[in-house]
T-cell receptor, first 113, second 109 residues
Framework: EAQVTQNPRYLITVTGKKLTVTCSQN?????MSWYRQDPGLGLRQIYY???????DKGDVPEGYKVSRKEKRNFPLILESPSPNQTSLYFC????????????FGNGTRLTVT | AQRVTQPEKLLSVFKGAPVELKCNYS??????LFWYVQYSRQRLQLLLR??SRESIKGFTADLNKGETSFHLKKPFAQEEDSAMYYC???????????FGIGTKLQVIP
């Protein structure tokens, strides 16, 4: 089944403890991206990648890192999480073709205390 | 900078009434526009894309470049349409994606 898989679904951590949220897709999509969803703010793009070893900042990249060493994986790294990074995170991928939609993962609910 | 505006955070309609969810965008190039739906904080699902001019679940949306709008319409609302709806704009070569803040559609039985 074609899908985007995120892990974990839920994560509770403490301020400053490094964490990684994994994202994997099996559709051979070139483009992958991360978003955070907050009440009243909609989805905001954190980082995106147009292909292996090509990443760029979205609108809210501060406090996050990403890497794209393989086409299928695009992990989101929080080196030193803070409470303002408590949010619902979504990973998504798409083909690099006009009109190709984003395919979303199930989301990761992160709480930083 | 690109921008997507969804002016209504909440839209309540009665079952069987027409629905129009507004989306206006600001972008200097040729945009790709999409509507996504999200049920109860689940994953976002594609509803419509401007390029295909299709109708999904009775919803349609037309890109109006003159008014820079991509409003979502349905002639007769159903209870199962209750959800969050997001309008999204994909920029050209740099592939940035901008979402509106979303409109919660509430269909009253």
């Amino acid at each position: 089944e074609a899908q985007v898989t995120q892990n974990p679904r839920y994560l509770i951590t403490v301020t400053g403890k490094k964490l990684t949220v994994t994202c994997s897709q099996n559709m051979n999509h070139e483009y992958m991206s991360w978003y955070r969803q907050d009440p009243g703010l909609g989805l905001r793009q954190i980082y995106y990648s147009m292909n292996v070893e090509v990443t760029d900042k979205g609108d809210v990249p501060e406090g996050y890192k990403v890497s794209r060493k393989e086409k299928r994986n695009f992990p989101l790294i929080l080196e030193s999480p803070s409470p303002n990074q408590t949010s619902l995170y979504f990973c998504a991928s798409r083909l690099q073709e006009l009109g190709s939609p984003l395919h979303f993962g199930n989301g990761t609910r992160l709480t930083v205390t | 900078a690109q921008r997507v505006t969804q002016p209504e955070k909440l839209l309540s309609v009665f079952k069987g009434a027409p629905v129009e969810l507004k989306c206006n965008y600001s972008y200097s190039g040729s945009p790709e526009l999409f509507w996504y739906v999200q049920y109860s904080r689940q994953r976002l699902q594609l509803l419509l894309r401007h390029i295909s001019r299709e109708s999904i679940k009775g919803f349609t949306a037309d890109l109006n470049k003159g008014e820079t709008s991509f409003h979502l319409k349905k002639p007769f609302a159903q209870e199962e349409d209750s959800a969050m709806y997001y309008c999204a704009l994909f920029s050209g070569g740099y592939q940035k994606v901008t979402f509106g803040i979303g409109t919660k559609l509430q269909v009253i039985p």
